[in-house]
Nanobody, 127 residues
């Protein structure tokens, strides 16, 4: 049984940095492609960033490119999202997701690609 648990959310000020973490259990972490999505009130779930299994290729949404970075530590079975220069519009619930395949770029950006999801962690950015 695969489980994903996010942590690291909270209330921060615009311009601050924050690091989210997602710990995975239930299967070999290195076999999973990982991603971060976010959802603000009244809006659809939005792709943020992803990292493929094995090759560790990185993909980042245009809205956060240059500010957010996804990474993984296979030894700790953990995916991270480093958030720098945060803005009020980054306020959302952030979810980590995992997939056992090797999605192409277009599929990495789609929530339907992912088999496993965490419960989310709230990030609130104040002015």
């Amino acid at each position: 049984q695969v489980q994903l648990v996010e942590s690291g959310g909270g209330l921060v000020q615009a311009g601050d940095s924050l690091r989210l973490a997602c710990v995975v259990s239930g299967r070999t972490f290195s076999t999973l492609s990982m991603a971060w999505f976010r959802q603000a009130p009244g809006k659809e779930r939005e792709f943020v960033a992803a990292i493929r299994r094995t090759t560790r290729l990185l993909y980042t949404a245009d809205s956060v490119k240059g500010r957010f970075t996804v990474s993984r530590d296979n030894g700790k079975s953990t995916e991270y999202l480093q958030m720098n220069s945060v803005k009020p519009e980054d306020t959302a619930v952030y979810y980590c997701a995992a997939d056992s395949g090797t999605p192409i770029l277009s599929s990495l950006r789609s929530a339907s690609t992912y088999e496993y999801w965490g419960m989310g962690t709230q990030v609130t950015v104040s002015t």
